[in-house]
């Protein structure tokens, strides 16, 4: 994606990480990235005249390709989680729910066979928990 492309997607949503795959055909989940590491690393490059503009291919990897082409990339490896927590879509809800009360997380991120399919957040397991407990999931107070 473009700077442009990830500052849009910045605009329009208010998630605040977002996993990174191979690419938008394969899935394949390379890690994740907080939405606030992407801001200060845009508004960074930008403030530091490396010639990052709107149009600059974004890459989380550290080398580019030998046949990238046009203005400056900008390289964002260093702010990449490159081993999110994550579940296969075999694992069952109970591990799930443990896991997020034990380990404290936020998110987690579903995976088949390495490939991205989901995200389940800290809301969507309370939500869970209160259709088990047949509670109304909208009258949980979410911190």
Known sequence: MTVEQVE???SY???????????KESQYLVGFVLRRDIILAIASARKRSEGVVSSSVIYFTSSIPINHQGP?????????????VTIT?????EIVVEMFRKLGIRQTL?????RLLGIITKKD???HIAQLQNQDPDSILFN
């Open 125 to 127: 397991v309370l939500r």
């Open 13 to 23: 949503t208010e998630h605040n990480g977002f996993p990174v795959v191979v690419s």
């Open 110 to 114: 579903v995976t088949h066979k390495g």
């Open 8 to 10: 849009a997607l910045m």
């Open 89 to 93: 879509d075999q694992t069952p809800m």
């Open 72 to 84: 400056a990339p900008l390289k964002l490896y260093k702010i990449l989680d490159m081993a999110p």
